[in-house]
């Protein structure tokens, strides 16, 4: 049985890629606090632990990452800070010390964010660190070896937390059906890809 590691095992997206994933794959999860293992992102010698801990996978899917939100003028350097190593390194070094145990004809999907492609006000650090994850899964497919590839998945909204804030849902697609993109990317052999999870 292929082994997927999923990192970010706390979220509703994650709850419902493992809800595909189970009987298929053996799954390992990782997350900041709890589950099979625990990772934090936004520190290099911790991913670079959680890879030599569970050693050889097919697939990995990455839903973790944090990113603030903020005003322009009021902005802090370490805002910043935090978002590029969360966010941005965090998931450009799941690949990057990831790479080495993924067997051949695997694959390792990150994921960047909506605001990527559609920025609004106050979203210019999102925008800006999930544009460079985006950049990087670009970039990769010229750098790495042919035996693996490294896809992301670039959600909106989901449907059951814009209803779970209140708000006006319809627009949004649910939460499975955004983990079935997921899964997709995590198959898909024919390229490296950025998919849109959004109607």
């Known amino acids: ?20 994933l189970e ?9 900041y606090s709890k589950w099979d293992y625990k990772v934090d992102i936004s520190n290099p010698e911790s991913i670079k632990q959680l890879f030599k ?14 990113a ?15 978002s590029i190593k969360n966010k941005m390194m965090g998931q450009i070094n ?4 990831g790479e080495e145990y993924i067997n051949k004809w695997g694959s390792i999907v990150l994921t960047s964010w909506l605001l990527a492609q559609n920025p609004m006000k106050w979203s210019f650090m999102v925008t800006v660190v999930n544009s460079a994850v985006e950049a990087f899964v670009r970039a990769s497919e ?5 035996d693996i590839r490294i896809n992301a998945v670039s959600p909106g909204w989901v449907k059951e937390t814009m209803e779970a804030m209140g708000m006006e849902s319809s627009s949004w ?10 899964v997709n990317q995590m198959e898909n052999w024919k390229s490296w890809s950025i998919a849109i999870a959004s109607k």
């Open 94 to 97: 799941i690949a990057r010390y």
């Open 173 to 182: 697609i649910p939460a499975i059906e955004v983990a079935k993109i997921y």
């Open 68 to 82: 603030n939100f903020a005003n322009w003028e009021e902005s802090t350097d370490k805002e910043w800070d935090f």
């Open 23 to 31: 009987g298929k794959f053996e799954i390992i999860s990782a997350s």
């Open 1 to 20: 049985m292929k082994k997927v590691l999923v990192i970010g095992a706390t979220g509703l997206i994650w709850k419902n890629i493992v809800k595909l």
């Open 53 to 66: 801990k569970v050693g050889n996978v097919d697939y990995v899917i990455c839903t973790a990452g944090v």
């Open 142 to 146: 010229v750098e790495i070896s042919e």
